[in-house]
């Protein structure tokens, strides 16, 4: 599950998850990251986050027949002396504050891509094979299911599924698996939480690999955590599945080939 971060008041608070954010309200300029975000982005472009914002009036309508302008002399229309230092004073101060805000944005997104940059490699580090664990078995069926339902995705040229210590990583302490791939037609590049697939029986493997490979395959993104999603295939809180059966998952997968094709 995706951890937030967020800027107020000049300053970068986080990590938060979804669950945590629900009984807060932010301007629809907020800016967010977080994994699988190549920039700082307003909340209102994240779909997962849109409900979160305050609602903003439309703007004021416009009078349909405005008064006509009386006539004036052309020397009352120019500017006096002191309204023209209050306009250059304006100026220098809008073009201030644009400076310091494009500093901040500098200040913030910077540390905050180097902490993605050396957090992804701490989780690629920690990353192995299980000759036990045969993950292209779970790719494989993947594929057939997509292609029984017609739906025919690109076969990135690389493939990378591992495990990886995510538990002993501080930003992604458990959670059950990171996927990179998303966006990125090239490659698919999931790393899963072994304390998670040791735990979780045959029905949550698959929700779990299908969950992954759908962000990776099909560029699919999470849904909201509301409980109008829960029992979807892209809910993200998906230990709340333990104890669903393999008709369920299957059930579940369907519902979203059919939301899909739609």
């Given at each position: 599950m995706n951890q937030y971060y967020y800027i107020q008041n000049g300053e970068r608070k986080g990590p938060v998850t979804l669950e945590g954010l629900n009984?807060?309200?932010f301007s629809p300029g907020t800016k967010f990251w977080c994994i699988g975000l190549e920039r700082w982005t307003p909340i209102s472009e994240i779909d997962e986050l849109k409900h979160l914002c305050w609602a903003v009036?439309?703007?004021?309508?416009?009078?349909?027949?405005?008064?006509p302008i009386e006539e004036q002399s052309l020397t009352s229309l120019l500017p006096s002396?002191?309204?023209k230092k209050h306009f250059i004073a304006k100026?220098?101060?809008s073009v201030c504050i644009?400076?310091?805000?494009i500093i901040l944005l500098v200040v913030c997104i910077i540390p905050r891509k180097s902490e993605a940059d050396l957090l992804y490699k701490e989780i690629v580090a920690s990353a192995y094979d299980d000759p036990d664990v045969d993950f292209q078995f779970y790719l494989d069926k993947y594929y057939r299911d997509l292609e029984f339902f017609d739906?025919?995705?690109t076969h990135p040229h690389k493939t990378i599924i591992k495990f990886a210590n995510l538990d002993k990583i501080t930003d992604v302490r458990h959670a059950h698996a990171m996927s990179y791939g998303y966006d990125r037609d090239d490659i698919i590049e999931i790393y899963i939480n072994p304390s998670s697939w040791a735990k979780f029986g045959k029905a949550m493997r698959y929700w779990l690999m299908y969950h992954e490979l759908t962000?990776?395959?099909?560029?699919?993104?999470?849904?909201?955590d509301i409980p109008s999603n829960f029992g979807k295939l892209m809910y993200p809180v998906l230990i709340s599945y333990e104890g669903k059966t393999m008709d369920e998952f299957i059930e579940s997968f369907h519902e979203f080939?059919?939301?899909?094709?739609n």
């Open positions: 009984d807060m309200q009036p439309p703007p004021l309508p416009q009078e349909e027949n405005p008064q002396a002191k309204e100026v220098w101060l644009g400076l310091a805000a739906i025919i995705p962000h990776d395959i099909l560029n699919i993104d999470d849904l909201a080939i059919e939301e899909y094709g």
